[in-house]
């Protein structure tokens, strides 16, 4: 559903700025599925520089800034020395009691501020699949399913050690395939990861605990594929597979598939998988 208001919000011509950010790691794990035009640091930021955490959190403020040009807006500016923080951590924008108390707005002053205009950014078309975004601009391979699993969990493990700041989006084509030991994986991961989400045909909305489940129709595009997408602030990575049609059943089955750490391919191809979760459910 937020993709898709953004994507309305967008198309009007207004801007978007993702509001205290630092507060919640799950900001940082959707950062670039949102791509904020502004990202406004929660005031916890600038207070506490020594922390760990907010090393952490503005390198990954930086990497989206890299890739997109947003502004970066300091909150809860109230001292010289904040001011020098909040410019540390890559802020140019601020507000705060440094600069002035709330009151009404000058004469004339009342007109809406807007950012500069930001590159553009690849679109996903509507009925997009992973492997499509993917297959569009990086080579194709083939193999089987074993060693397709073995790529899967290398980036399960990723998205495991990533913690709260981590999205991953799967298909398993059926539900079938989303295994006993699929289920244990996945739990785990809703445990550790901000989203967990997971869709096939004829899959339980919540296939384990923490996980959504979205149930595709039996003719949707997706029942071909097999996908795992990662993204997080400091780490992104995707397997995108396409069942070829013939070559056996389950596990015998090959695959041409193709492994992608390309962020801006890989948040394509997370976005098109959310957008499903959100029809499915």
Partial sequence: ELIDMLARARGLGWSIALDDVGADPRSLALMPIVRPDVI???RGVVQSMDAPATAALVTAIAAECERTGALVLAEGIETEEQRRAA???GATLGQGWLFGRPGPLADGSSSAWRPPSLPPSRRVAEDATPYGVVAAHRPVSVAGWTFLLQISLMLEA???????EAVIVSAFQDDVRFTPATAVRYEALADAASFVAALAVGLDPEPAPGVRGSALPPDHPLRGEWSVVVLGSHFAGALVASEIPGS?????????YAVTYDRDLVIAAATSL???VARAA
């Fill in 158 to 164: 990723r998205a495991a050690a990533l913690g709260p």
């Fill in 40 to 42: 406004k640091l929660d």
């Fill in 274 to 276: 959310m957008r499903q």
């Fill in 248 to 256: 056996g059943t389950g596990r015998r089955a090959d695959f041409a």
């Fill in 87 to 89: 410019m540390a951590c």
